[in-house]
Nanobody, 122 residues
Framework: QVQLVESGGGLVQAGGSLRLSCAAS??????MGWFRQAPGKEREFVAT????????YYANPLKGRFIISRDNAKNTVYLQMNSLKPEDTAVYLC?????????????????WGQGTQVTVSS
């Protein structure tokens, strides 16, 4: 069993930055990802990183603003979010797979955190 706990969310003004963290405990997971879900919308892919951290993928609209990274010694995955926009407002969820490969499909994720709220004011 894997437990994922996100932190780092909050309220920020447009143009600001936040760094989210996801601490994993229990059985070590492999590739990790971040998703987000805004009120009334479906959960959407944000970014993913493979086990070693050498491969990353991003949702196209977020490329250049968001950076995913991981520290395997700390069992922690990060999401650095820059130049935030009001449309980035959502609950951000950390997720883990059973694969070593970075995965973009929600169905490939077996473990989920509770999420952390990010609110970007205009």
């Amino acid at each position: 069993q894997v437990q994922l706990v996100e932190s780092g969310g909050g309220l920020v003004q447009a143009g600001g930055s936040l760094r989210l963290s996801c601490a994993a405990s229990g059985r070590t997971t492999y590739a990790m990802g971040w998703f987000r879900q805004a009120p009334g919308k479906e959960r959407e892919f944000v970014a993913t990183i493979n086990w070693s951290g050498g491969v990353t993928y991003y949702a196209n609209p977020l490329k250049g603003r968001f950076i995913i990274s991981r520290d395997n010694a700390k069992n922690t995955v990060y999401l650095q979010m820059n130049s935030l926009k009001p449309e980035d407002t959502a609950v951000y969820l950390c997720a883990g797979t059973r694969s070593v490969y970075a995965e973009q499909q929600l169905s490939q994720y077996h473990y989920w955190g509770q999420g952390t709220q990010v609110t970007v004011s205009s």
